[in-house]
C-alpha cells in the first residue's frame, strides 16, 4: 500500500483495529503507555480545558488524557477508521462515556475554528496524506495560544546507528511477529510510511509555516521516537 492513499489507510487500520492494542503492547514492550503519559506531563492538560486527539485510533490517548485529568467532559477524538472508533466507544463507555468518538478525517475535520485549548496526536501524523495539511488543520481548530502534542516514530534522513537500529526493529521484531497474525503486510506498512516522514527539524519548519507561533521536537525512547510541541 501507499503512504497518502487516505482509502487504503481507513481499509487497513481497519482490518487491524482488534489487534492493534495487543500487538501494540508487544512491538512497544507496553512501553507506548509511558511515552503518551510522557506527553501529557508535557503539555499538563487541566480540567475544563477543551483538548481534541486526532487519529484516536482505539481511543488510548483521549482515555489516557481523562484519566489524567480525570473527566471525560470536553474530549474529542477523531479518527477515519470506523471499527478502530468501535472499540473506543467500548472501552470509554463505562468510565469515560463522556468523550466524544467522530468517525471523520483529521485534514478536513468540518469542526469549527479556534475551539481547543489543546490538541493530541499519536502516531497519526506519519499516516496523513500530508503532514503540512494535518499541522493546519491542527492549527486552525486550536484557540490562540492553545497548544500540541504530536507523537510520532523518529524519521532519519541520514544513515545513522539509531536509523540502523529502527530498520532492524521494524524488519526483524515488528514484521516477523505481525506475520504471525497474519498482519505482515499491514506492518510492513509503517516502514513505508516512515519513508516520506519528515524529520524533527522539517516538522518544526512544517508547523511555523502552518502558523504555529512556537514549535520544538524532543526525542524519547532513546532517539527513537519523537515529540513535536506546538503553540498555536
Ligand atoms: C497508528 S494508529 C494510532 C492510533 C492511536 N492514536 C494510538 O496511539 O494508539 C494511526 C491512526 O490514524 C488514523 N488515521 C490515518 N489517517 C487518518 C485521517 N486522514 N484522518 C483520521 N484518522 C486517520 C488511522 O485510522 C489509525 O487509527
Not at 507506548?32 to 503519559?37: A, N
Not at 463522556?98 to 493530541?120: R, Y
Not at 522539517?202 to 502558523?211: R, V
Request: hydrophobic share 40%.
Amino acid at each position: 500500500m501507499r503512504p497518502g492513499n487516505t482509502k487504503a489507510i481507513e481499509e487497513m487500520f481497519n482490518s487491524i483495529s482488534s489487534e492493534y492494542d495487543f500487538l501494540n503492547d508487544i512491538f512497544s514492550f507496553g512501553l507506548h503507555r509511558f511515552w503518551k503519559r510522557k506527553l501529557l506531563d508535557i503539555l499538563n492538560p487541566t480540567l475544563g480545558e477543551k483538548w481534541i486527539d486526532l487519529c484516536c485510533g482505539t481511543g488510548d490517548m483521549s482515555i489516557l488524557l481523562a484519566r489524567y485529568i480525570k473527566s471525560s467532559e470536553n474530549i474529542t477524538g477523531i479518527d477515519s477508521a470506523s471499527k478502530a472508533l468501535l472499540i473506543a466507544r467500548e472501552r470509554s463507555k463505562q468510565n469515560y462515556s463522556s468523550i466524544k468518538w467522530i468517525n471523520g478525517d483529521a485534514l478536513e475535520t468540518n469542526l469549527t475554528s479556534n475551539q481547543f485549548d489543546g490538541l493530541l496526536m499519536a502516531y497519526g501524523l506519519r499516516n496523513l496524506s500530508s503532514s503540512y495539511e494535518g499541522l493546519r488543520e491542527a492549527f486552525r481548530i486550536l484557540k490562540p495560544g492553545g497548544r500540541a502534542g504530536i507523537l510520532d516514530f523518529r524519521s532519519f534522513e541520514e544513515l545513522s546507528i539509531q536509523g540502523i537500529f529502527q530498520k532492524i526493529y521494524l524488519n526483524l521484531y515488528v514484521v516477523p511477529i505481525a506475520s504471525l497474525f497474519g498482519l505482515g503486510k499491514e506492518y510492513s506498512y509503517i516502514k513505508k510510511s516512515l519513508l516520506n516522514f519528515p524529520s524533527g527539524e522539517k516538522q518544526i519548519h512544517l508547523a511555523l509555516s502552518a502558523g504555529f507561533k512556537k514549535a520544538k521536537y524532543q526525542t524519547l525512547a532513546m532517539g527513537q521516537m519523537g515529540i513535536l510541541l506546538l503553540e498555536a
